[in-house]
């Protein structure tokens, strides 16, 4: 339930002491957006946005004037930011949008005087209510009310607010998940009807907005409830969907199986799954549909449906800008989801070092977390096959122990864990420097890893010495 109201000592002393040089400057200031929705709900969050009837240029002098420290980060738009107390506070002008002529950003900005006017260019209800620290919440949309019955309501009518902005028909999604609430019937219609529009929005605002919805943990409920957008968004899914795959291994289509394994990650993980896990089990099998084929018995296969899976997944977390230090170890996920491992330390060792090569993580320690994000993965993969495929996920106890040992041990799996370095390979072997010292050191570690050379100076030396007169280099 929201909170009847919002108690002074919730707001930070630095939004507080912000609207307070606005004021004593004689504007008009209130908190309002995000803040507001999330303190009604008892959960205040640390960013705050304020808007005033100062334009751009008062507000800058009235921070000035109280020896605040002000940005113009955004004037075009009527925002700037000031620095309180260490803390950036955004502070935009009152302001109703122009025309959309393209659905994706207004043609121009206008400034007006009433912050009713800035609260009616809103999205939903809910976000939509400004809040002073005297004067108490102003809610001219039923936020509050919608709050309470936790319902997404667009501000106004719905089909005009999608078109003129169809990013908000991810963010209606994005808020859905991010507290559970239910879509109001019209602004649901309005959003599904309009869900194709996405396609008009610039790639990187829909990662973003994706971005959100995932780090929710209810990725799954956006696909299965309101699959024309999540389909919109992210075209390469659709195949997916009605998907039989023909095979005893699988009771589900492609689309119900990795809505499964997405929920199983959540439930093996109690809820705090990565954000990096929950991309990876949404595209874990994105490569399927482009790689199945069918055997003389009638069964269905997906030969190479991991790398084509890496592949898809790779254009894609490109195309929405999703930064490369979460977009690789995604991808290494999805890559490797499927490899067959044996329960030892060579077999764990070998894929250790093929996912290590594609993460692009630097830390060991982060590499073995990584694979135990793969482990997860692959509990919850098999959990949603065929009931005969799920005591895999308990085979995966083992490789988990021996994954375990791996990281106490500090077993190696990269040139530079080995206890040689190029120049021994030089000095000792009689190597010439070049690419030879390079083939060496790898040949050296595959032996270590594969278990048949301890990691030390002098039998590393030796079994290359030995191997190089093998090879008769
Ligand atoms: P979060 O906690 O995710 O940041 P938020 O409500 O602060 O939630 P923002 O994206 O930061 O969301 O936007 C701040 C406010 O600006 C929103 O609460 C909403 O009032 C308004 N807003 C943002 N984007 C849009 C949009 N595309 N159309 C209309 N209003 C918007
Ligand atoms: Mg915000």
Known sequence: MPQASISRDLAPAHALRALDALEAAGHEAWIVGGW??????????????????AMWQQSEAAFEAAGIEVHETGVKHGTVTAIVCGEPVEVTTYRVDGDYSDARHPDSVTFVRDVREDLARRDFTVNAMAWHPDRGLLDPFGGRQDLAAGV??????PALRFKEDALRILR?????CRLGFAIEPATQAALSAAAQTLDHVAQERIGSELRGIVVTGRASWAVREQRPVMFAALPELAPMEGFDQRSPYHVYDVLEHTLRVMEGVESLSSGRASERLRWAALLHDVGKPACFTVDEHGQ????????EGMRIARRLLRR???????????????RYHDRPTQPTEPSMLSLIASVDAM?????RDE???????LLCLRRADALAKAPECRGYAYELNEHERVLDHIGRTRACWRVSDLAVGGRDVIEACGIAPG???????SRALSAVMAGKVGNNREEILAWLSGSQNQTGR
């Open 172 to 176: 209606a999604v994005r808020f859905a």
């Open 320 to 334: 929405l800008a999703i930064p490369h230090e979460l977009s690789q170890p995604i991808v290494a996920l999805v």
């Open 367 to 373: 590499v073995i977390g990584l694979m135990r994000e």
């Open 152 to 157: 997404i309501r667009a501000v106004g009518d």
């Open 435 to 441: 690419p030879a010292v390079g083939e060496a050191l």
């Open 300 to 307: 269905g296969h997906f030969f190479g449906h991991p790398a």
């Open 36 to 53: 507001v929705r999330d303190a009604l709900r008892g959960c205040p969050a640390h960013d705050v946005d304020i808007c005033t009837d």
């Open 359 to 363: 993460g692009g993580l630097h830390e």
